[in-house]
Nanobody, 128 residues
Framework: QVQLVESGGGLVQAGDSLRLSCVVS????????MGWFRQAPGKAREIVAA????????GSANSVKGRFTISRDNAKNTMYLQMNSLKVEDTAVYYC?????????????????????WGQGTQVTVSS
């Protein structure tokens, strides 16, 4: 059974930074393409950023480009989301997700329906 556990959320002011972590257990981490999604109250879940199995390729939503950086450490079974210059509109529950990938694939996935496993989420609240 694969488990994903997010951490690092909290209450910050606009302009501050946070780093989210997602630890994956239960299977070989480097077999999964990974993604960060978020869901604000009353809104649909949306992609934030995604990363391939090795971390060589990444993608991110236009709304966070230049501010958020996704990365992974396969030796630590952990994915990260460094969030800088946070805005009030970044307030949401942030989820990490894992998709079983083909060996040596460098694809990343932005559609939530592509993912096989999800974490419980961590709240990020940005005040003005």
């Amino acid at each position: 059974q694969v488990q994903l556990v997010e951490s690092g959320g909290g209450l910050v002011q606009a302009g501050d930074s946070l780093r989210l972590s997602c630890v994956v257990s239960g299977r070989t981490f480097n077999r999964y393409a990974m993604g960060w999604f978020r869901q604000a109250p009353g809104k649909a879940r949306e992609i934030v950023a995604a990363i391939s199995l090795s971390g060589a390729t990444t993608g991110s939503a236009n709304s966070v480009k230049g501010r958020f950086t996704i990365s992974r450490d396969n030796a630590k079974n952990t994915m990260y989301l460094q969030m800088n210059s946070l805005k009030v509109e970044d307030t949401a529950v942030y989820y990490c997700a894992a998709k079983t990938g083909a060996l040596a694939s460098e694809n990343y996935y932005i559609n939530s329906n592509s993912y096989d496993y999800w974490g419980q989420g961590t709240q990020v609240t940005v005040s003005s």
